[in-house]
């Protein structure tokens, strides 16, 4: 019976902890490649000294609360529409499902879409895009809400991970940038404190 108890806990502190260490690595490859896109002066958002003075983004901590996985149900016959930016122009995009999760005992729905130019180039043909709002916007993070990049699921489920979450370039560079407004149905009522956080250095 001792032995079996000593297995039963090596199983629990070593097997279940391996995907949460899988999970963990992805969101620490996320942050650091993020960083790398920043401080690489032909993808930067960044101009002039917060280009030079950027050393890293300040990140909400890791929080495996935040990797949800969400029912998905494809949308049928999406119609293709124009989505609005932040400089007043619009982009061609479609609506290519909705991920219901439950938080904290509530549940919510989030739509995702189908950017109709991204994904007729290669590597991002099965991309998904996911904009949000929360109410962290306008304090911890931008005001204009957050983004989220995935890929079309291959079941009726789908991870949505916010420790992934990211600010759009707008929230760095109003004037080169013009990014997807966050749809209203989009918003979220609560706090979702994982991801990218922001701050007014950058923004000039």
Do not use: W
Not at 39 to 51: H, T, V, W
Not at 124 to 148: C, I, Q, S, V, W
Not at 162 to 191: I, M, R, W
Request: hydrophobic fraction near 30%.
């Amino acid at each position: 019976m001792k032995k079996l108890t000593i297995l039963f806990l090596f199983i629990s502190i070593f097997g279940f902890s391996q995907p949460a260490k899988k999970q963990l690595s992805e969101i620490k490859k996320f942050q650091t490649e993020l960083n790398r896109e920043y401080k690489d002066a032909k993808e930067s958002p960044l101009r002039g000294d917060n280009f030079t003075d950027f050393k890293e983004h300040p990140f909400f901590p890791v929080n495996l609360k935040y990797r949800i996985t969400a029912n998905f149900i494809k949308t049928e016959n999406a119609v293709p529409f124009q989505i609005q930016t932040s400089s007043g122009k619009t982009k061609p995009y479609r609506e290519y499902g909705k991920a219901t999760f439950k938080l904290d005992g509530k549940e919510y729905t989030l739509t995702l879409f189908q950017s109709l130019g991204l994904i007729t180039q290669k590597g991002y043909e099965d991309y998904l895009f996911l904009p949000f709002r929360d109410a962290t916007n306008g304090k911890e993070t931008y005001g204009g809400g957050k983004y989220m990049d995935l890929r079309i699921p291959k079941g009726k489920e789908i991870i949505l991970d916010f420790n992934k979450s990211y600010q759009p370039f707008c929230a760095y560079n109003a004037y080169d940038y013009s990014c997807p407004v966050v749809p209203e149905e989009n918003t979220l009522p609560v706090k979702i404190e994982a991801g990218v956080m922001y701050e007014d250095v950058y923004h000039h």
